[in-house]
């Protein structure tokens, strides 16, 4: 292992910050829609099925972008492939301005979505290929505080922008108070052009990953770029001869070795915790949550400053979990966690449900709301990435990994496309409490049948599977 005096931190920072950019986009790109449900359902006359697939539509684009995302990090390299994921967005955000009708608005939401999908796998890949060993867990953990803050800054332009339009008074052409005044919503989405171009132009100042250099016997370039890493030319040397050697005695990944009993049972525990994780509501919240206080009697102004207090106890608590995830360990936070969720989950059905008859403030139904997103980001927020890549054993880590993240893309758009069926179909009340239900399920099969993880090593958590 290389010594820490000799490792340049800050060019390493500098690098995963960048990266972790593209985790802005994500959460920006995922929480905007919340802002502009309402407002593009009522131009475009649409019933609660094409509302959800005007919400959904992006999540195919992340499952399609999924799908293409290692072939494209694999033949072309990691940089390269984060400047067409900054592309996407790019034109996502311009062409949802700008579309002429509601087919060429699903049309750019799909290809912001399949920004996402790209940038969901490359960019956390890319700073675990940079990062310095002992320093990569909180590097990696960046791209995940950065999607909460992209959702953070999604609620706050909307919050924003919707006063831009209730005050009409912008100066400037037709085609600006089109955007910004008369179908806000348009701004909404496209001001995500602005840090999506600012991503593409700052990536060409980052380098390619070397690890990738290397797989494809580029070694000068690679060995200049770990030079900078480490400074010291030797400890450079000594972190590339690691990484010839991994790749030329490492296990290879074969897909037949997950039919071997002890790995198809963790491959199924993690396909089942991933899609469990998004019926529990808090996708529900974030794209759909100002429909959702608003049905509480609340008005546009309101309704949309309660969405970015949601945002903002998602992104501290985010940075909380990622304090303790290694001393409180995985199972203890969902335990704690999901008893929270289930709790804060049957408040908030009940306040649907008995809210005006008992006069219970609206107020309250906003502390419900904090609370159980404290409860969510503390817990399976924080956890599920990080479970999945530490339970599965190193031969199949990847290909297993990518069957899991598959299936949560899945839930991702099922609930996306459920949701307002739900709260029409269920009532919100109803709603709330078949997420409250769906929490039993998922505590059960971390208890009974998820190995804490926390303090062991990949070996010891091999072991403890074949047993």
Same mark, same amino acid.
């Given at each position: 292992?290389?010594?820490?005096?000799?490792?340049?931190?800050?060019?390493?920072?500098?690098?995963?910050?960048?990266?972790?950019?593209?985790?802005?986009?994500?959460?920006?790109?995922?929480?905007?829609?919340?802002?502009?449900?309402?407002?593009?359902?009522?131009?475009?006359?649409?019933?609660?099925?094409?509302?959800?697939?005007?919400?959904?539509?992006?999540?195919?684009?992340?499952?399609?972008?999924?799908?293409?995302?290692?072939v494209?990090?694999?033949?072309?390299?990691?940089?390269?492939?984060?400047?067409v994921?900054a592309?996407?967005?790019?034109?996502?955000?311009?062409?949802?301005?700008?579309?002429?009708?509601f087919?060429?608005?699903?049309?750019n939401?799909?290809?912001?979505?399949?920004?996402?999908?790209?940038?969901?796998?490359?960019?956390?890949?890319?700073?675990s290929e940079?990062?310095?060993t002992?320093?990569?867990?909180?590097?990696?953990?960046l791209?995940?505080?950065?999607?909460?803050?992209?959702f953070?800054?999604?609620?706050?332009?909307n919050?924003?922008?919707?006063?831009?339009?209730?005050?009409?008074?912008l100066?400037?052409?037709?085609?600006?108070?089109?955007?910004?005044?008369?179908?806000?919503?348009?701004?909404?989405?496209?001001?995500?052009?602005?840090?999506?171009?600012?991503?593409?132009?700052?990536?060409?100042?980052?380098?390619?990953?070397?690890?990738?250099?290397?797989?494809?016997?580029?070694?000068?370039?690679?060995?200049?770029?770990?030079?900078?890493?480490?400074?010291?030319?030797?400890?450079?040397?000594?972190?590339?001869?690691?990484?010839?050697?991994?790749?030329?005695?490492?296990?290879?990944?074969?897909?037949?070795?997950?039919?071997?009993?002890?790995?198809?049972?963790a491959?199924?525990?993690g396909?089942?915790?991933?899609?469990?994780?998004?019926?529990m509501?808090?996708?529900?919240?974030?794209?759909?949550?100002?429909?959702?206080?608003?049905?509480?009697?609340?008005?546009?102004g309101d309704s949309l400053?309660?969405?970015?207090?949601?945002?903002?106890?998602?992104?501290?608590?985010?940075?909380?979990? %990622? @304090?303790? !995830?290694?001393?409180?360990?995985? *199972?203890?936070?969902?335990?704690?966690?999901?008893? /929270? +969720?289930?709790? &804060? %989950? @049957?408040? !908030?059905?009940?306040?649907?449900? *008995?809210?005006?008859?008992?006069?219970?403030?609206? /107020? +309250?139904?906003? &502390?419900f709301?904090?609370?159980?997103?404290f409860f969510?980001?503390?817990?399976?927020?924080a956890?599920?990435?990080?479970?999945?890549?530490?339970?599965?054993?190193?031969?199949?880590?990847?290909?297993?990994?990518?069957?899991?993240?598959?299936s949560?893309?899945?839930?991702?758009?099922?609930?996306?496309?459920?949701?307002?069926?739900?709260?029409?179909?269920l009532?919100?009340?109803g709603?709330?409490?078949?997420?409250a239900?769906?929490?039993?399920?998922?505590?059960?099969?971390?208890?009974?049948?998820?190995?804490?993880?926390?303090?062991?090593?990949?070996?010891e958590?091999?072991?403890?599977?074949?047993?």
């Open positions: 292992m290389t010594s820490s005096l000799g490792q340049n931190m800050g060019y390493v920072v500098f690098l995963s910050v960048v990266a972790a950019l593209g985790g802005f986009l994500f959460g920006y790109d995922t929480a905007v829609i919340s802002g502009t449900i309402d407002q593009v359902a009522a131009q475009y006359h649409l019933d609660p099925m094409q509302q959800g697939w005007f919400v959904g539509c992006a999540l195919v684009g992340s499952i399609l972008g999924v799908l293409v995302a290692g494209l990090g694999d033949r072309f390299g990691r940089k390269r492939t984060m400047i994921s592309v996407l967005f790019t034109v996502s955000g311009v062409g949802c301005a700008v579309s002429g009708n087919g060429m608005l699903i049309v939401r799909i290809i912001g979505g399949v920004g996402i999908g790209v940038v969901s796998i490359i960019s956390p890949l890319y700073i940079v990062a310095i002992k320093y990569r867990g909180r590097l990696v953990s791209y995940q505080l950065a999607i909460t803050v992209g953070l800054g999604a609620y706050l332009v919050y924003e922008l919707l006063k831009v339009a209730a005050a009409g008074n100066s400037g052409g037709a085609l600006l108070k089109k955007i910004f005044v008369a179908e806000s919503w348009r701004g909404m989405l496209g001001m995500e052009s602005l840090p999506a171009f600012l991503f593409f132009l700052i990536i060409f100042f980052i380098p390619e990953s070397p690890r990738w250099l290397l797989m494809r016997r580029q070694e000068s370039r690679a060995l200049a770029i770990m030079c900078r890493i480490y400074r010291d030319p030797r400890d450079a040397d000594q972190e590339a001869n690691e990484v010839r050697w991994q790749l030329q005695h490492g296990e290879r990944s074969d897909w037949r070795l997950l039919l071997k009993p002890a790995y198809f049972r491959l199924m525990i396909v089942a915790i991933a899609i469990l994780g998004q019926f509501g808090v996708n529900a919240v974030l794209y759909y949550g100002p429909t959702i206080f608003r049905n509480s009697g609340l008005s546009d400053l309660y969405q970015v207090l949601v945002g903002v106890v998602n992104a501290l608590t985010t940075v909380l979990a %990622l @304090l303790i !995830i290694d001393k409180v360990g995985r *199972k203890k936070l969902v335990y704690y966690g999901v008893s /929270g +969720m289930i709790s &804060t %989950l @049957l408040l !908030i059905a009940l306040y649907f449900l *008995k809210g005006q008859d008992w006069h219970i403030p609206a /107020g +309250m139904l906003l &502390t709301f904090l609370s159980y997103i969510c980001a503390v817990s399976i927020c956890v599920i990435w990080v479970l999945l890549s530490e339970m599965y054993p190193t031969a199949v880590r990847g290909i297993a990994m990518s069957i899991a993240g598959f949560l893309w899945i839930g991702t758009y099922l609930i996306g496309q459920l949701t307002p069926w739900m709260l029409s179909a009532s919100p009340a709603t709330f409490a078949l997420f239900l769906m929490c039993l399920p998922y505590v059960w099969i971390v208890w009974r049948l998820v190995p804490e993880t926390a303090g062991k090593s990949l070996e958590i091999e072991r403890m599977w074949e047993r």
